[in-house]
Every structure is written in structure tokens, then in C-alpha cells.
């Protein structure tokens, strides 16, 4: 089994940049599928960014120009780098993937106006 453990998340303004880390217990190198999901309060969980082991990526068109998602095969992790954050960004943010495909436990990102 390979686990997931999110981290990065906090408290920062509007228009402020967070990175997101999504650490793989084992290796990354194999799993075809690894993505990031939030969930704000009272709404679905929805895809913020997915990357395939080529480096295929795909985005939501609410954070297109403003996230980018990458993974490091030999440090076995996955990230988000955030940028120009806005309010609606908020939510708690997963990692999901690894081995068998599983949600991590959640970072929470509150973004202020």
C-alpha cells in the first residue's frame, strides 16, 4: 500500500501564493493517477487538478493560470503551487491517489479578503 499525507495548507490574504505537498509513503512512479480535490463548506468535492505519470495535466477552469500541479517520481510526492489566491479558494484540499487509489486526510487552505 502506498499512503497519502497533505500538508501545506493555512491562513493567508487574497492574492498570496500557498504550495501544497501531498507525501507518498512508497513510490509515485507507477500510479497512473494523482490529483488534488477540495471541499468548501456545504458544496461537493471537486477536481482542482490531476496529473498522469507522463505529465499529462489537467485543471479546473476556476484555477487555470493560477495553479499549477507537479509531481517528483524520485521524492515521491505531488504538490500544488497556488497563486494569486482568492476567497472562493478556500476549502479543504486532498490528495488523492496512491496505492490502492485512496483520499489523503485533508489541509485546509482559508484564503482572506
Known amino acids: 500500500q502506498v499512503q497519502l499525507v497533505e500538508s501545506g495548507g493555512g491562513l493567508v490574504q487574497a492574492g498570496g501564493s500557498l504550495r501544497l505537498s501531498c507525501a507518498a509513503s512508497g513510490s509515485i512512479f507507477s500510479i497512473n493517477y494523482m490529483a488534488w480535490y477540495r471541499q468548501a463548506p456545504g458544496k461537493q468535492r471537486e477536481l482542482v487538478a490531476a496529473?498522469?505519470?507522463?505529465?499529462?495535466?489537467n485543471y479546473a477552469d476556476s484555477v487555470k493560470g493560477r495553479f499549477t500541479i507537479s509531481r517528483d517520481n524520485v521524492r515521491n510526492t505531488v504538490y500544488l503551487q497556488m497563486n494569486s489566491l482568492k476567497p472562493e479558494d478556500t476549502a479543504v484540499y486532498y490528495c488523492?491517489?496512491?496505492?490502492?487509489?485512496?483520499w489523503g486526510q485533508g489541509t485546509q487552505v482559508t484564503v482572506s479578503s
Open positions: 488523492y491517489g496512491g496505492v490502492p487509489y485512496h
Open positions: 496529473i498522469l505519470s507522463g505529465g499529462t495535466t
